[in-house]
């Protein structure tokens, strides 16, 4: 186990959990005392573009720290040790919330009352682990596209590149060695099926992988990208593969 993984990703779990703890506290009363309302969808979204930040944000600390290389795995690691303490300060955090605070509002709001087959431990997990699988969902976006970013770079095009829509799909036929005009061309229904699959398996090239590994990157994108961003192996020189 990396110790810098470790440090890293307890720093910025803690930081993510008290934001998360702070969050829902302000949230769910604001819910139970005006009904949920535009703040309250408002304070989620933020909450929810605070938490991407945070987790792109320690993968970067970590990047820097690791002489400019996080794996694949690396990224998995500190993404769920972050996503596990946050998770463990915020539901640690609302059963004490409703405990001492909210729980008659709560109960009246979630019918909860003698001979109630619901109890709030029930209601508080299973929204726990829905916000969990979630978070796992949007973790490996995350890692994926900071293997496209890397990939750029392995490519000596500017990494923030991989993330500005029609720009980025330029790069990437420059990348394989297509023409600017093939943008144009993936407009036309079936065409672009066509050339779509044909610039990733360009790509699968420039790494010296072969077809197999193109089909795993048109089927599993945030697992073979970042295998291949997220490593040390770097692009065949173009014309060389």
Do not use: C
């Amino acid at each position: 186990m990396n110790k810098n993984a470790l440090a890293v990703s307890v720093k910025y779990g803690v930081r993510l959990g008290i934001l998360m703890v702070l969050s829902n506290f302000v949230i769910v009363n604001l819910s139970l005392s005006s009904g949920p309302g535009i703040m309250t969808f408002l304070g989620i979204g933020l909450l929810w573009i605070a938490k991407l930040g945070i987790l792109a944000r320690s993968h970067y600390e970590f990047n820097e720290k690791n002489n400019d290389f996080i794996s694949f795995k690396d990224a998995i690691f500190i993404g769920l040790i972050v996503l596990g303490i946050s998770s463990a300060m915020s539901v640690t955090s609302t059963f004490i919330n409703y405990q001492f605070i909210i729980k008659q509002e709560l109960d009246t709001a979630w019918r909860i009352g003698e001979g109630s087959n619901v109890s709030a431990t029930k209601i508080i997990l299973l929204g726990a682990l829905s916000s969990i699988a979630v978070d796992v969902i949007v973790l490996f976006f995350i890692i994926t596209m900071e293997a496209l970013w890397k990939i750029f770079k392995k490519a000596g095009k500017e990494g923030w590149a991989s993330l500005v829509p029609i720009y980025n799909t330029i790069t990437m036929l420059d990348i394989v060695g297509k023409p600017a005009v093939w943008f144009l061309l993936m407009f036309i229904p079936i065409v672009n099926v066509v050339l779509g699959i044909w610039v990733v398996n360009l790509l699968a090239k420039r790494f010296g992988k072969s077809e197999s590994y193109t089909i795993g990157l048109l089927l599993l994108p945030f697992v073979f990208y970042p295998l291949l961003g997220l490593s040390e192996q770097q692009m065949i020189p173009y014309g060389e593969e």
